[in-house]
Every structure is written in C-alpha cells, then in structure tokens.
T-cell receptor, first 114, second 111 residues
Framework: DTAVSQTPKYLVTQMGNDKSIKCEQN?????MYWYKQDSKKFLKIMFS???????INETVPNRFSPKSPDKAHLNLHINSLELGDSAVYFC?????????????FGPGTRLTVT | RKEVEQDPGPFNVPEGATVAFNCTYS??????FFWYRQDCRKEPKLLMS???SGNEDGRFTAQLNRASQYISLLIRDSKLSDSATYLC????????????FGQGTILTVHP
C-alpha cells in the first residue's frame, strides 16, 4: 500500500541511451512532481503537473520529457543520456497545487550513466 | 546567495542532547516552510510543516522568524534514531508548490 511508488529503483545504462522512469501515487492527490538529487545531495525540482497539466518546468534540458497520462501517474523520459544525468530522481505528490500542501516523496530511482 | 541555506554540519551530539538547526531563506515573499528528514539512500520524509506561530510535535519544535528570515528546528532528548540529514524547504514567492530545498544538515547522535 505504498503511497508514492517509482520504477525502477535502480537504472544503469550507457551514454546515449533513452530511458524512462515511472511514478504512481495512490493518495488521490492532484499534483505530482519530479525532483533530481545530485551527488552533492542538492534536491532540485524539475517538473510539476496538476491534473495532467504541466505547471512547473524548470531549466531542464529538453532531453527530459515528462508525461502524465492521468493524475495518479507521472513518467519521466530521458533521451540521449549523458554522464551528468547520473543522480537520484524522486517523484512526489501533494493534495493540490498551492504553497501550503505538503509533498510526499517516492523511494527514488538511482540512475547511473556509464 | 542561495534561496535556502543551511549549515551542512555535521552535528555530532550525544544521546539525550538538545540540538537546533537554523535555515535561512532569501525571498521575503516565501509563504510556506517545511522540515524533511532524509536517511542515507532513502527519500525525504516530511517531518513537519512550519507555521507562523511555531509548532511542536513530540520532541521536535519548529519556529519561523519572518523578520530575520529563518526557520529553526529543535530536537530535544536526541535518540540514536534521529541520526539523518535534515532538509529545510521553502515554497519561495510562488503561488504553486515549487519547493526549494537547502543542502541539508547532517546530524549524528552517538551513544
């Protein structure tokens, strides 16, 4: 009965490949997010969706393309992977869009690009 | 200047000690603040929201000082299990939930 789940948990791939990470939440939340945590442990937002609509799109290379088929799912597709993409990617969700809503994180996907 | 800044520590304290972390934010329009706890190789877990009036949850107390633009987290009677990285986060001046995190403060509680 995991609230926010991600697959896969680990992903090891070579430069130039294309990969996807999936996220699902069963909390009934309207808003979902993708964050990236790099090797220095900084956690930075990449995207957010509210009811399948893109709300936040930070300065992320366009090799990264999020997709929300419904409000319970948010996937992240990465094209032409680079060494610098190695990081932990966390999905999160909140009840709704707004500053006071608490965000709950999935377990993360540890991506290693070789 | 980073939008949210924390002393990375590490803080090494004995069990039973009281320890406090501060986190400063640069955007005076920031509306909401949170403390998260992150264990090694795990996801951030929400510890508590920080309200203007301050809030307490068991051994944990969070305070907000808008005049000086910082939030604090006080942990009383530290337990070994409190060892983790503590992340503060702010929604900045946005009206939507863009969280900006500090780099985290490492706490180690030793016997």
């Amino acid at each position: 009965d995991t609230a926010v789940s991600q697959t896969p948990k680990y992903l090891v791939t070579q430069m130039g490949n294309d990969k996807s990470i999936k996220c699902e939440q069963n909390l009934g939340h309207d808003t979902m997010y993708w964050y990236k945590q790099d090797s220095k442990k900084f956690l930075k937002i990449m995207f957010s969706y509210n009811n399948k609509e893109l709300i936040i799109n930070e300065t992320v290379p366009n090799r990264f393309s999020p997709k929300s088929p419904d409000k319970a799912h948010l996937n992240l597709h990465i094209n032409s992977l680079e060494l610098g993409d190695s990081a932990v990617y966390f999905c999160a969700s909140s009840q709704a869009l707004g500053t006071s809503y608490e965000q709950y994180f999935g377990p993360g996907t540890r991506l290693t690009v070789t | 200047r980073k939008e949210v800044e924390q002393d990375p520590g590490p803080f090494n304290v004995p069990e039973g000690a009281t320890v406090a972390f501060n986190c400063t934010y640069s955007n005076s329009a920031s509306q909401s603040f949170f403390w998260y706890r992150q264990d090694c190789r795990k996801e951030p877990k929400l510890l508590m929201s920080v309200y203007s009036s301050g809030n307490e949850d068991g051994r944990f107390t969070a305070q907000l000082n808008r005049a000086s633009q910082y939030i604090s987290l006080l942990i009383r009677d530290s337990k070994l299990s409190d060892s983790a990285t503590y992340l503060c986060a702010s929604t900045g001046g946005t009206s939507y939930g863009k969280l900006t995190f500090g780099q985290g403060t490492i706490l180690t509680v030793h016997p």
